[in-house]
């Protein structure tokens, strides 16, 4: 009995195994069927067009090609200059106004409209793969995850020992706070007193707007009037709305929190009148916190009211700090971040330890700024602008003073000077916009609130609070200026692999365009603590793009077609009659190998397919 039912069993797995095999002959016959098909449907265009010009040769007789040719001679040469002059004419009008879109867009978009158009619709219809849908697609994905806002955690940065797939399955573009930010009512708002323009973009300010909704409310919220006028006062798009929403919600609470923040931020028109608003801001928010301390463990909305006393309590004191900073009560401002940092270490998302490098920058306290470093330049952590530049500098500072381009090139660079030479390539490779900044090679403008990590806008933003430190240094700049473009022979398919860091992301320009204004500013001087900024006058500022773009094809094409003919127009109307006589010159060439072709086609081919197929 048993070894009927082996048998059995044997039989069974035979049956099986032969019933896969032959499915997975029939699956590889019909992949193969079917990339021969996607492969004949990817030449099939070429075999009808021959097919068309075989049919419309046979079939000359009855078409009566070679009378209507004839006739469209005759007419040709029935026309007057000046039908060739308005024909020119009108060409070169119409591939004039396709160059100037073509420009525009580029410019915009950073991309030939034409050959989007092409690959993104025509190419699939010619059976041609749509590699730039996928890209869009990553470029899209780093873009929301952008918007989101900036507590969450992600790195952008990595070693050369990582694979090219996880260097690009890395987010591209994620949008951070940016930690130095200005105040609107007595920062921003004097520029726009001055030169009657916005320096912040919507989406700068919408940006804002969520984050704010994120930090500073919470679902416990609900049935408290001011708070809930509050929901809606992020949300406005007016200045005035907003700071009229926070008065209400002060008429009906005045130890509202959130109210005072955005009355500090938006209506106060000094720093010193900024700061009298965070102080009593501060209060409250202090004994919210201390009361919410003690019931943080009792629900869930309770630790969620907690943790949102928590992020007002450290922005007011980060923003006291910066004004502190600002009013020049350097260390002041040093021992309020530092209390904020060792009183909520697990807050990151404030990246209070930049604004601390900055204020420790300012007073000369290079030791201590390396401590930050050693801390938070680490290969786990998100790295910035703020820190490859800042470790950049406080190496280039020690060998900076003495460094001689002529020296190092005949006697070779030492080991600090190697060191430091590094350090820049490490700093230019994560941002190299920066440098055209620092070096005043490009102009500055006003920082955004949010920036783009890698990006032009942290370039601006760095570089607007941190060229002065740089100046300071002895040499630094000279020594910047030698070296960082040598980083470039380092990665010369920046977009493709790095070389400490991930590969550059493609979608910066576009998000930078968000966030920079798009018209630059006036002469303007930004006083900001013991620096001064002067910020130079152009008509638009011009977003900085790595690598640099080459111009597509259809601009080049577009423009030399304009140009071609505007010359024939002016030259047809110019000269008329030797022009007529160049035309038929050309034409006659042009015809001359496709007459011989014809003949011998007549000699092979009967002259009247129809006659012949009659006699058969």
Known sequence: MIPLKIKTLVKNIYCVTILASMAGFLSRSTETIKAWIQWSWSYLWAVWFLLVVFVVYILRGPLKLSENISYATMFLNTLTPKFYVALTGTSSLISGLILIFEWWYFKKYGTSFIEQVSLNHISPLLGGTDNTNNNNNETGNGSNNGITSSNSNGNNSGSSTNNGQSQQSMPECKVWRNPLNLFRGSEYQRYTWAANKEPLTYYDMNLSAQDHQTFFTCDTDAGKPEYEIMQTAWRERKPQSRIKAAHEALEKNPECATALILLAEEEA????????????????????????QQTQHHSSSQEAQHRRDSNVLVYIKRRLAMCARRLGRTREAVKMMREIMKEFPMLSMFNIHENLIEALLDTQAYADVQAVLAKYDDISLPKSATICYTAALLKARAVADKFSPDVASKRGLSTAEMTAVEAIHRAVEFNPHVPKYLLEMKSLTLPPEHILKRGDSEAVAYAFFHLQHWKRVDGALNLLHCTWEGTFRMIPYPLEKGHLFYPYPTCTESADREL??????????????????????????????????????????????????????????????????????????IYLPVSYILEKLEAILPSNLFQQLSRI
């Not at 608003?277 to 916190?289: H, S």
């Not at 798009?518 to 002067?534: E, K, M, P, V, Y």
């Not at 577009?558 to 030797?578: I, M, N």
């Open 516 to 589: 920079l204004p798009g018209r630059a500013f006036d002469h303007f001087l930004i006083l900001w603590g013991n620096s001064r900024n002067r910020i130079k006058h152009e008509t638009f500022h011009d977003i900085s793009v790595y690598p640099k773009k080459e111009l597509p094809f259809f601009i080049l094409f577009t423009a030399g077609l304009c140009s071609f003919t505007a010359l024939l127009a002016l030259l047809t109307h110019q000269y008329p009659e030797p022009m007529g006589i160049i035309a038929k010159t050309t034409l006659s060439w």
């Open 269 to 292: 028109t000094t720093i010193v009148e900024a700061e009298k608003l965070f102080k009593q801001a501060y209060k409250v928010a202090e004994a919210n916190y201390r009361k919410t």
